[in-house]
Structure formats: C-alpha cells, structure tokens
C-alpha cells in the first residue's frame, strides 16, 4: 500500500502563487509516476502533470504549461507542484496520484493510490 498526503492549497488571487506538497509513504519504491489531477465542482477529474520518479521525466496539460513546475525530492518521497500565475479557472480540489508503469500517465483510471486532495481557490 501507499499512502499520499497533500497539503499546501489555499485562497489566492488571480496572478499569485501556490506550492502544493504531496508526501507518500509505505510501498513507494515500485511507483514510478506520480501525478497532479484536479476536479471542478461539476467536472470529470482532469490531468494536471506528472513526473517520473526513476529520470525526472515530466509532462504537462497544455493548460498549465509555463505556469506550473512539478518536482520531487527522492530523499523525502515528497512531489511538489509549483503554481504560478494562476487564474480563477485553475480553481478546483488538486489530488496526487501514484501508479506503478510511467505509461500511460494522464488517465486518472490508470492510477491506483490517491491522496484526500486539497483546496485550491483562486479569486478574481
């Protein structure tokens, strides 16, 4: 089992900043991706980034891109997402999300461990 634990979301303006911190723990060594996921109140669940744990490697939705940096830390099993310039829409709960292969890595189905999510609020 893996447990993932996110913390960081908030209330912020339009054009400021969020860091979202996901923290995992227990069989973590046979997840090679982790993911960025965000739901809107009345929406599907939608791929916000993913990393690589064993290169680095990354992707982005198109829609944060130049915006957002995600990064991890192999010492502390931490995944962070760096939010920059967000906007009213970027409004949502952000979840992470942990999955064995690094392919596929945008389909929320193909994940199997998920943390509770947390907040984030972006005012206009």
């Known amino acids: 089992q893996v447990q993932l634990v996110e913390s960081g979301g908030g209330l912020v303006q339009a054009g400021g900043s969020l860091r979202l911190s996901c923290a995992a723990s227990g069989r973590t060594a046979s997840n090679d991706a982790m993911g960025w996921f965000r739901q809107a109140p009345g929406k599907e669940r939608e791929f916000v980034a993913a990393?690589?744990?064993?290169?680095?490697?990354?992707d982005y939705a198109d829609f944060v891109k130049g915006r957002f940096t995600i990064s991890r830390d192999n010492a502390k099993n931490t995944v962070n997402l760096q939010m920059n310039t967000l906007k009213p829409e970027d409004t949502a709960v952000y979840y992470c999300a942990a999955k064995n292969a690094w392919y596929p890595h945008r389909n929320p189905t193909n994940y199997a461990y998920w943390g509770q999510g947390t907040q984030v609020t972006v005012s206009s």
């Open positions: 990393i690589r744990w064993s290169s680095g490697s990354t």
